[in-house]
């Protein structure tokens, strides 16, 4: 479903119309075109070669693994695939951009079309679903980073040129700020599943330009707002307070002067988070031209069947389809569902345990009450534990043949989190075993009565929480051994004799 949101305002009816932009690191070993490393951070001007700071002489080759990467991301937004690709230069000036220009692609980019799917209902609610339609997805490289010193000095970190990026853009399909967010939000979702980015906006791994324009009728006749791009922002709050403002400011600017405000020319805008404003930073007729020519170093080239086969296995199933799939085979909530599939690695340690144990939901419920709470509490990534799938399969399977109890099962999860050692060792070594053979526990019912003479005269005198006394002394002389059901089923059996 793309229904358009109609607006009101004062007399006027408008839409919003936007577009995004995402420029999103690929997590690759090395950079685009050469050997350094591509990591985040570290001390400045460091990893840096004669390639990606554009020395005379270098020559630039296009990395397999960024190729593969931008491939992967095209197979998961069912992008088509253009075989036969090349690169071009994009020629600006701009402090960060050593080259003085960047590789990108221009008229062949290596993905066109796609979509993505947002989920556009609540929680609990039926899922309705809104398709926002891809331009493509091209490959280009990242530039350097300024760095400005308490408005006194500048510095340039050139450790972030040559970085691979993907930059995905967005058909202007999106109809208010929400939407713009969860866009960006659903994106980062996917790529990060598919192992293309790690995601992480506050380094910069993801950034978002925004489009926004509104399309007024007033009095019967049709306006277009000239078109903001507001750019580089980094998290879902930005994304959509920055297109909420702008689309006020529009509206204002139109009800100012409406008669020439549609004549405008683009803008180029920052957003301010600190004031919650957009600012102008340049208007079109001050946009560059960006002078787009075949890049000379780097040949055009086609992509092989085989390659592209191998991009596309590595997509694998997409956080909205486990979704699915795990509310259908494991009978899971959409709670359930939605935190155990938000991270991959997550949801294929879930399904792991599940396929070993005897209780999908119990497993799930032990990973999200207990498994998430130690990696929060801890700090620590899901792979650091010392715990596997099999050691929740056991203890859930420990617990579903009554081999221990829930608060013994709180104990024999703890200890395996401390020695690593599987649950049946643990209640082996302790000698934690349910009893639930019947004459056993009869013969510990019978020690609990001879002792307790006067707790029986208490029960034909009318107190009956005695029961839940005597049973709770058949469990203390058991040591915790003795299934509790059967032990209350056994001393309410004796008493009614």
Known sequence: MNNTIVHTDGDLRYEIIIGCEIHCELKTKTKAFCACENRYGGMPNTRVCPVCLGLPGAMPVPSREYVELGARAGFALSCGINQFTKFDRKHYFYPDLVKGYQITQNEIPLCHGGH??????????????????????????????????EGAHSYIDYNRSGVPLIELVSKPDMSSPEEAALFMQTLREILRYIGVTDGNMEEGAMRCDANVNLKI?????EYRTPISEIKNMNSFRSIRDACTY????????????????????????????????????????????????????????????????RAKEQVGELPAEKRD???????????????????????????????????????????????????????????????????IAGLVNALGKNTITSRQAKDVFAEMLKTGKLPDAIISERGMAQVSDTGAIEK???????????????????KTNVIAWLTGQVMKKSRGQANPAIAAELVQKRLAD
Not at 217 to 221: A, V
Not at 267 to 287: L, P
């Open 116 to 149: 993505v799917m947002l989920n556009l209902s609540a929680a609990n609610e039926t899922p309705q679903y809104k398709k926002v339609g891809l331009e493509r997805i091209h490959l280009e490289e990242d530039v350097g980073k300024s760095l400005h010193i």
């Open 217 to 221: 009728i007033e009095n019967g006749t």
């Open 246 to 309: 702008e689309v006020t400011r529009q509206l204002e600017a139109f009800r100012a002067n409406h008669k020439t405000h549609t004549l405008g020319t683009k803008c180029t805008m920052g957003w301010d988070d600190a004031t919650g404003t957009t600012v102008i930073q340049r208007s079109e007729n001050a946009f560059l031209d960006y002078r787009f020519v075949i890049e000379p170093d780097i040949r055009p080239f086609t992509i092989s069947e085989a390659f592209l086969q």
């Open 325 to 391: 799939r795990f509310r259908q085979e494991y009978g899971l909530s959409d709670f359930d569902v939605n935190t155990l599939t938000a991270e991959r690695d997550l949801a294929e340690w879930f399904e792991e345990a599940a396929k070993k144990s005897s209780d999908p939901k119990k497993t799930a419920n032990w990973i999200l009450a207990e498994l998430l709470a130690v990696l929060n509490e801890r700090s620590i990534a899901l792979s650091e534990l010392s715990i596997t799938p099999d050691h």
């Open 444 to 462: 510990i019912v019978d020690e609990v009565f001879a002792e307790n003479p006067e707790a029986i005269t208490d029960f034909k005198n009318g």
